[in-house]
């Protein structure tokens, strides 16, 4: 699969058109990473969104004693490190490689890059992020509900 054809499954593109995500493709970067590797750790500088082109990444927190709570476990066409782009912050989960893993990688300075070029398509990016940041929201609210009120 292209990397256009991969942005052009994700939310993050949905509402953009084939020429807008030929653009930011043009963007983004390409690497390799080997199976059971680091990819961020908690408290690292925030400096890239990552797409998986293909492989599984395992997001993580880092609870008492070094034990790993395990959050989710993302595959082909999924992204994580969204907040990077909007801020400049440390991350406040890891993510690590389950298996060989290809990434599309957008750093800050290339998102800016994009809205400078194109502000439509980086405005319709920002928007993704806006709802999914939402939908998040939402649901871990109703899962902190639930435990407080069981």
Same mark, same amino acid.
């Given at each position: ?9 994700? =939310? ?10 030929? #653009? ?8 390799? *990473? ?8 908690e408290k ?6 990552? =797409? =998986? ?18 959050? #989710? ?20 989960? $890891? ?18 890059? +994009? ?7 980086g405005a319709?990016v920002l928007?993704?992020?806006?709802? +999914? #940041?939402?939908?998040? *929201?939402?649901?871990?609210? $109703? ?5 407080? #009120?069981?």
């Amino acid at each position: 699969m292209s990397n256009v054809e991969l942005l052009q499954k994700t =939310i993050l593109f949905k509402s953009c058109s084939t020429e807008e995500i030929e #653009l930011a493709a043009g963007l983004f970067q390409e690497r390799l *990473i080997k199976s059971d590797t680091s990819i961020f750790t908690e408290k690292m500088s925030a400096e890239a969104l990552y =797409i =998986i082109k293909s492989g599984n990444v395992r997001i993580f927190i880092t609870a008492g004693e070094g034990e790993q709570k395990a959050l #989710l476990v993302l595959g082909p066409g999924d992204f994580f490190g969204e907040l990077a782009l909007l801020q400049e912050e440390s991350r406040f989960v $890891s993510a690590q490689s389950e298996s060989a893993v290809e990434l599309l990688i957008l750093t800050r300075k290339d998102f800016q890059a +994009l809205m400078d070029l194109d502000p439509r398509t980086g405005a319709r990016v920002l928007m993704a992020i806006a709802k +999914l #940041l939402a939908m998040r *929201i939402k649901a871990y609210s $109703s899962r902190l509900r639930d435990m407080l #009120l069981a």
